[in-house]
């Protein structure tokens, strides 16, 4: 079965950096793009960004460009995510999901943005 | 951007009850839609996609339809593992979009 797991989230200043990263297994991890979703507390399901699967194009939602960048390592089988210039509306657990159509999800980890 | 709606935000049913779950498209995105499951502290799990077709694993009592603008999510019969909160998902274009949300909670 697919497994993603997420690492990475924690407790960051508003203004500060983190980087959250993905480990991929049991599938081939280059065959796919994949994709970063957040959940606020108590909140709905935000799409992020996205990254194709040779990281030729790479998308984003507006409230994030600028900030934070996809990226991924398909020797390692890794993805991440860097956020800079956190603010406290980036507070969320975010998830990291297999493909363009979000078929696997992993069970998220949590940033927290607060001073 | 896509905006989805959902239709009810929540609603209160009995084991046994018919459910059926609407969203609706700002624009026309052919079938490019997915519906998912999420139950409190867990990661969201994906039951439909391409607005009709069930996922593998997935019990035959979900099924979706539609096409364009208006999509619906029908639980024919709801039983206790299926209270729970269910998002529709547009991949049509970038930046990717979800409807807010329905809650299913027992009656």
């Known amino acids: 079965e697919v497994q993603l797991v997420e690492s990475g989230g924690g407790l960051v200043q508003p203004g500060g950096s983190l980087r959250v990263s993905c480990a991929a297994s049991?599938?081939?991890?280059?065959?796919?793009?994949m994709s970063w979703v957040r959940q606020a507390p108590g909140k709905g399901l935000e799409w992020v960004a996205n990254?194709?699967?040779?990281?030729?194009?790479?998308h984003y939602v507006d409230s994030v460009k600028g900030r934070f960048t996809i990226s991924r390592d398909n020797a390692k089988s890794l993805l991440y995510l860097q956020m800079n210039s956190l603010r406290a509306e980036d507070t969320a657990v975010y998830y990291c999901?297999?493909?363009?159509?979000?078929?696997?999800w992993g069970q998220g980890t949590l940033v927290i943005v607060s001073s | 951007d896509i905006q989805m709606t959902q239709s009810p935000s929540s609603l209160s049913a009995s084991v046994g009850d018919r459910v059926t779950i609407t969203c609706r498209a700002s624009?026309?995105?052919?079938?490019?839609v997915g519906w998912y499951q999420q139950k409190p502290g867990k990661a969201p799990k994906r039951l439909i996609y391409?607005?009709?077709t069930l996922q593998s694993g997935v019990p035959s009592r979900f099924s979706g339809s539609g096409s364009g603008t208006e999509f619906t999510l029908t639980i024919s019969s709801l039983q206790p593992e299926d209270f729970a909160t269910y998002f529709c998902?547009?991949?049509?274009?970038?930046?990717?979009?979800f409807g807010p949300g329905t809650k299913v909670d027992i009656k």
């Open positions: 391409a607005a009709s």
């Open positions: 624009q026309g995105i052919r079938n490019d």
């Open positions: 049991e599938f081939i991890f280059s065959d796919f793009s």
């Open positions: 998902l547009q991949h049509y274009n970038y930046p990717f979009t």
């Open positions: 990254i194709k699967k040779d990281e030729g194009e790479k």
């Open positions: 999901v297999r493909s363009a159509w979000l078929d696997w």
